[in-house]
């Protein structure tokens, strides 16, 4: 009997694996023809490059570095194929900012990704802003668009100054204690205080102590699992149970403080009712507030201001409302404080790696505050002055150019019909079928398109001002470059705090970069790295180069890419390895 089990079971195992690998050649079979790398061997797809790129790239780093990789080494045009079935998924990768406005982001913008939704719901929850979709994302996106418009963001300039300030004092002390430390870290901790700022009008310190929504939400971000490609590199059973706990904690300190910004507002709006005057600031909450009860007064056909039922006591926020705050106020927290705050680090890195762009932001910074005024105050008397700052703008653009902190990944999802699955790249007549695809639009492979962006490993900021650009015919400033800078993603799906990012990055380097300079510095190794920056990466690690042939023979750990010293790790946003770790010096001192 038990002989009779066992051969059942193993016919139904064998069944299964001629089924399973049948299933796999032919869907393999359907990428005939199609462009994508040489596959080794049909069963195994494409997965012998991503060993491959994992024995030649550094440990832990960001896999959007791999594509670039990938494309050059095998010269595959603009979107291409990398089967990583059945342990990954079937990319569809583009480095054509047109194409993937036209078919996935913009024009036709498909859903995320299953991938990202679930990673995103497991750390947000199920109401969060980057993985809802459909009526329940318009809806929120409506009720929090106001909060985060620049007008409203510049009514925080002054306090976005304020927090600026403090920064510059911890940037001084360690200078003058010459200190080796993490530039993210406390970078990460100014653009905190500035989202607290944002989100509920309210300082929360996060430079001098330790808020309970930052410390438990900094826990939740060192649970979430990082960028390994495969799932079990990463797996930790007691995860699920760490994440609740958490989350538990997290969700009492966002609602304590919900409550009492809506308290606040409550006497804002007694205070109103009786022509007191009342501060003009809105809060993201505030606005957010306001949208929902106008929303509300709507379907009661209500619509003189007067009769609008306004929230003024926390205790009657209807759940729903306040769930769906509370996974907003996290969203806004983990989508908004380590993007900027790395992009704040890299801007230092890269200013100080080019001394000849920081001249250019210098002379920009002296023109428009003459040295002897006080920046501080000429922001804080009129917020708009820093619409001056091109040059400025234009280098942190440059920046999220080269190190991207996000992208998104999208996939055709029956409950939302596509307007159609499959479209031909007019660039080489070949047919693309989305259909069981995870589709990149990788900001960090566009955006080293040298249509759009020449010689796309030089930092050069003048390329995004069009009187200034050495690059006049590249396609950037032609319709078909219209998507091409894509670090803040593009389409309705688009980064709804991306005016607050600029905003408070152009405010901070106003204030820091005359007066500090950022030296890399990495634990045990020489300061300042700066290692030549190669033609592109497949010539970088290829065994034409010592670098590439030492990694193969063993003799070199890859510690640089593209040139940098410093790579980008995945741990929520795509972060600067190890903090972005050196010394700050004052610039009078040099
Ligand atoms: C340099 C800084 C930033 C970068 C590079 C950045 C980048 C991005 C990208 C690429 C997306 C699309 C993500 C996807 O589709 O999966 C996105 C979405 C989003 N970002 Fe940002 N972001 C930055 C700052 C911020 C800030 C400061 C906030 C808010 C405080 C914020 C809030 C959001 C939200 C809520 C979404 C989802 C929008 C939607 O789906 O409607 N981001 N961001």
Redesign the pocket.
């Known amino acids: 009997m038990l002989l009779e089990i066992v051969a059942a079971v193993a016919a139904g195992f064998i069944a299964w694996l001629a089924y399973f690998v049948n299933d796999l050649v032919s869907k393999r079979r359907k990428l005939d023809g199609l462009p994508q790398p040489p596959m080794k061997n049909i069963l195994l797809g494409h997965l012998h490059i991503a060993d491959e790129c994992m024995k030649l790239f550094p440990k832990g780093i960001h896999s959007h570095a791999w594509a670039d990789y990938i494309r050059e080494k095998w010269n595959l045009p603009e979107t291409f194929y990398v089967d990583w079935r059945p342990v990954g998924p079937l990319w569809l990768f583009s480095a054509d900012p047109e194409l993937a406005s036209e078919h996935i982001l913009v024009k036709q913008s498909l859903p995320?990704s299953p991938w990202?939704k679930e990673f995103m719901d497991r750390f947000l929850g199920k109401n969060n802003?980057?993985s809802l979709e459909g009526a329940r994302?318009k809806m929120l996106?409506s009720m929090f668009n106001p909060g985060f418009s620049a007008n409203n963001i510049m009514t925080y300039a002054d306090a976005i100054v304020e927090a600026s300030l403090k920064f510059i004092d911890v940037l001084k002390a360690k200078a003058q204690s010459n200190e080796h430390f993490e530039m993210e870290e406390y970078a990460t901790r100014l653009t905190i205080d500035i989202?607290g700022l944002?989100v509920f009008d309210v300082n929360m310190q996060a430079q001098t102590k330790l808020h309970p929504i930052v410390e438990h939400f900094r826990a939740r971000v060192n649970m979430m699992p990082g960028a390994q490609p495969f799932f079990w590199q990463d797996a930790q059973p007691t995860r699920p149970i760490r994440l609740w706990w958490n989350n538990r904690k997290l969700e009492a300190a966002i609602n304590d403080e919900l409550d009492q910004k809506v308290q606040r507002r409550a006497k804002d709006l007694e205070n109103e009712s009786r022509g007191m005057v009342v501060p003009q600031k809105k809060s993201i909450i505030d606005l957010a507030l306001n949208a929902y009860e106008k929303e509300m007064a709507m379907g009661q056909n209500v619509t003189t201001g007067d009769a609008i039922k306004r929230i003024t006591d926390s205790r009657t926020l209807p759940p729903r409302l306040r769930q769906d705050l509370v996974d907003s106020i996290k969203?806004?927290f983990f989508?908004?404080h380590d993007?900027?705050s790395s992009?704040l680090a890299w801007c230092y890195y890269l200013l100080h790696r080019n001394p000849k762009a920081r001249s250019q932001l210098v002379s920009e910074l002296d023109e428009v505050f003459p040295p002897g005024t006080s920046t501080a105050r000429a922001i804080q008397q009129d917020p708009y002055v820093i619409n001056k700052l091109e040059y400025t703008a234009a280098c942190i653009k440059e920046t999220?150019r080269i190190f991207?902190?996000?992208?998104?990944l999208r996939a055709l999802d029956p409950k939302y019909p596509a307007q159609h699955t499959t479209f031909t790249d007019p660039r080489t007549g070949i047919k693309h079928d989305l259909e069981g695809t995870t589709a990149w639009p990788i900001?960090h492979m566009i955006q080293r398109n040298k249509r759009f962006f020449p010689e796309p490993m030089k930092f050069i900021p003048e390329r995004f001002i069009p009187d200034r650009t050495p690059f006049p015919e590249a396609e950037l400033f032609a319709p078909s470059g219209k998507y091409a800078f894509q670090?803040?993603?593009v389409g309705p799906?688009?980064?709804?705090?991306?005016e607050?990012?600029m905003i408070e990055s152009k405010i901070v380097l106003a204030l820091t970069v005359r007066e500090f300079d950022f030296v890399l510095e990495y634990p045990g190794e020489k300061a300042d790295p700066q290692p030549e920056i190669p033609e592109n990466t497949a010539k970088e690690f290829s065994e034409e180069t010592e670098y590439g042939k030492g990694i193969r023979d063993g003799t070199i750990t890859p510690n640089f890419v593209e040139g940098h010293r410093v790579w980008q790790v995945l741990k929520g946003a795509a972060k600067p390895v190890g903090g972005c770790p050196g010394r700050v010096y004052l610039r009078n001192q040099n």
């Open positions: 995320k990202e802003l980057v994302h996106r989202i944002a969203t806004f989508a908004g993007t900027t992009t999220l991207p902190p996000a992208s998104t900001a670090s803040f993603s799906r688009n980064c709804i705090g991306q607050l990012a």
